[in-house]
């Protein structure tokens, strides 16, 4: 009866139990590449910087994506300073290069930049962020879309526990919008099953102390562990700090306690690893892909969305050892 | 006769007495029961201890244990704030340590202890670095110690390269989360950090010149107190404490967080000494109130944590409870509602 109607008002749910699973909520990206002939096109890529292990995967898997193709790409850092953007983005420009992709390290301050090349006939393609500028000065932006992350983490828990869970939640950074948009993507699926409850929520900062702080209050709250059935955190460092916290207070993480987080940074494979995490939705640090298949779609003078959505896949313990050799 | 009578009333006298004399200190008690009283009636079961595995457990364990951090660096910043200085690097010095304690344990085989001086000696060199700016220099504190805030945490960040570096030691686990006899043992290295510094500051007269030197180092100089070396060594203190609670922090989630340690401890490490009724001008150090001040902090995170409120409200609630309590502890309020009350009594007279 409950599974039931878990198919007919989610239909897609079925497709969840493989093992890893591309975004299926997502809007499927459009398979531009296969028209992608030996054209060699010279790219530019203004990169933020190298603050953390995520954006420095997403450096090297744009220039390994660049190199694959055989373009020529012109790679600067600006560590961390809009400045050395703007002026990197106007030296691909004067160097006449055939498209360029830009992080913005903030969302202001990016339009007479942006009207240069396009002046010029220069397709820009934001990756990973976006700016707060007219979309007709960029070409598209790729990047993840945190509430389809929140809502597959919901499904997913949905068909695992058979659409009855009572969950704690582990909010980012109030105000952040991975914080808003995966609580509100997760949310929105799990309205639809009355016997599932966010029974609390609170934001550990995004932090593994927060993670585990936070953890150890609802531990406490709820006075008997047994009560929880399973625990969202909105990143996975609070995911792993929560662990910690699950573990000091007897409670097995994995097996009492469901643990699913977002992100896919090494450490969580390795906590799966050591069966203490259970699911992890990767932030697609692959972004070079969809934007050289955008700016080659721009050239066939073919429309291009404004946002392509690419969002990464959902993992579980059985391949955690494979995808930590990768990441390490 | 008559003499027992008059030892009889000064000892009834003497609490009252004491209360009249401690007004000031009762104030942060008053309020730290007040904050337990209401979160114990919004949150049933708050207050419930119980033993696990020969160790308390319960939300008041939780307030002892996450206060700890806070509460050593606020003793070293109790006593920089009484030089009239302020210490704002404590937060990146946090950072520092934590960075030296894991980047040693994972890539050297140093033993526990000496990868545990070397964090200790880290944050002693920051606490010099600053020391020599305030003291030899004559920067103002607030800046001196603002360009090691900044800097700081970009140097645990090259320590770090940058990532999350989690190690595996089970010393510096038993530092973070085990227990001894009932409490756990950082409560304990805290609880032993305090009661060395009071007897320190009070059974030798380094405390009064450290408060001679706040209140005014002229005169202080003038009467041969050697003010540079003790304004020096009161960040040096600082420094020490911070690196201490680094190590801590780190041992707590068995990884240094460059990006994420200490973040903003300093703010409320310099709150609690002055809810202890230290004046940002110098020259008074509370170091027990100091610690309750802590407390009051720390209870009020962990009951905001329990109480299901929705987390956009925690700071908002946090700072509202915060400046009541600054509110009834400021003499002018005081003042104020006792003439409120005494005319009351007139009315009812």
Not at chain 1, 187 to 212: H, L
Not at chain 2, 271 to 297: C, F, N, Q
Request: glycine fraction near 8%.
């Amino acid at each position: 009866m409950l599974s039931n109607s878990i198919g007919r008002n989610l239909p897609w749910l079925g497709t969840l139990k493989r093992k890893t699973l591309q975004t299926s909520l997502a809007v499927i990206l459009p398979v531009l590449s296969a028209s992608a002939m030996a054209e060699s096109l010279t790219i530019g890529f203004s990169q933020i910087g190298s603050e953390s292990g995520w954006r420095t995967s997403e450096t090297e898997s744009i220039k390994a994506e660049a190199e694959r193709r055989g373009y020529d790409l012109k790679f600067s850092d600006a560590q961390q300073k809009q400045e050395n953007q703007i002026k990197a983005v106007r030296s691909f420009i004067s160097q006449g290069v055939d498209g360029i992709l830009l992080a913005p390290v903030v969302e202001t301050g990016w339009d007479s930049v942006l009207k240069e090349a396009k002046r010029l006939d220069i397709p820009v393609v934001l990756v990973d962020r976006g700016v707060a500028a007219d979309p007709s000065l960029y070409l598209t932006k790729v990047a993840s879309d945190f509430k389809e992350e929140g809502s597959l983490a919901a499904s997913w828990l949905a068909a695992e526990t058979n659409g009855r869970c009572n969950i704690v939640e582990l909010q980012g950074t109030v105000g952040s919008s991975a914080a808003i948009d995966r609580k509100d993507g997760f949310a929105a699926v799990i309205e639809n099953f009355p016997n599932m409850n966010v029974i609390r929520s609170q934001s550990g900062d995004f932090t593994r102390a927060g993670g585990k702080e936070v953890m150890e209050s609802f531990l406490k709250a709820e006075g008997d562990a047994s009560n929880i059935c399973a625990l969202f955190a909105h990143n996975d460092d609070m995911a792993l700090g929560a662990v910690l916290a699950m573990k000091e207070a007897g409670v097995e993480p994995a097996k009492d306690i469901i643990v699913l987080s977002i992100d896919g940074v090494p450490d969580i494979f390795k906590a799966m690893m050591d069966h203490e995490a259970n699911a992890t939705i990767e932030l697609n640090p692959h972004l070079g892909g969809p934007a050289f298949d955008a700016i080659l779609a721009h050239r066939d003078g073919k429309e291009v969305d404004k946002w392509i959505k690419a969002n990464g896949p959902l993992y579980l313990p059985d391949t955690a050892e494979q995808e930590y050799a990768k990441r390490k | 006769m008559l003499e027992a009578t008059q030892t009889m009333t000064t000892k009834i006298m003497s609490p009252i007495n004491l209360l009249h004399k401690h007004q000031k200190a009762l104030a942060p008690i008053i309020s730290l029961l007040l904050i337990l009283l209401v979160t114990a009636i919004i949150t049933p079961g708050f207050l419930h201890l119980r033993m696990i595995d020969g160790h308390l457990y319960g939300s008041l364990i939780d307030i002892l244990h996450r206060g700890t951090p806070t509460a050593i660096v606020a003793l070293g910043m109790a006593v920089v704030i009484g030089t009239r200085g302020i210490d704002l690097s404590v937060g990146a010095v946090i950072a520092i340590s934590g960075a030296v304690t894991a980047v040693l344990t994972v890539n050297t085989d140093f033993p526990v202890w000496l990868v545990i001086l070397c964090a200790l000696g880290s944050g002693l060199l920051c606490g010099l670095w600053n020391g020599i700016l305030v003291s030899v220099f004559n920067i103002q504190p607030i800046v001196a110690t603002l360009i090691l805030m900044v800097a700081g945490r970009g140097i645990a960040q090259m320590i770090t390269e940058g990532q999350i570096v989690t190690f595996h030691s089970d010393t510096l686990n038993a530092i973070g989360n085990e227990f001894f006899l009932a409490f756990p043992i950082r409560v304990w290295i805290a609880l032993a950090l305090v009661l060395i510094t009071i007897v320190i500051m009070r059974k030798t007269a380094l405390g009064l010149f450290l408060e001679s030197v706040g209140a005014n180092v002229r005169a202080s100089r003038l009467v041969g107190i050697e003010a540079r070396l003790l304004v020096l060594s009161a960040y040096l203190f600082s420094g020490f404490c911070a690196a201490m609670s680094g190590i801590i922090l780190a041992a707590d989630i068995r990884g240094a967080d460059a990006n994420n340690a200490g973040l903003w401890l300093e703010l409320d490490a310099i709150l609690a000494a002055v809810l202890a009724g230290a004046s940002l001008a110098g020259g008074r150090i509370y170091l027990a109130l100091t610690i309750v001040g802590v407390l009051i902090i720390q209870t009020l995170t962990t009951a905001i944590l329990t109480s299901g409120l929705p987390a956009q409200y925690n700071l908002v609630v946090k700072a509202a409870i915060i400046l009541a309590v600054l509110l009834v502890q400021s003499p002018k309020t005081r003042q104020l509602l006792s003439q409120l009350f005494r005319k009351n009594m007139d009315y009812s007279a």
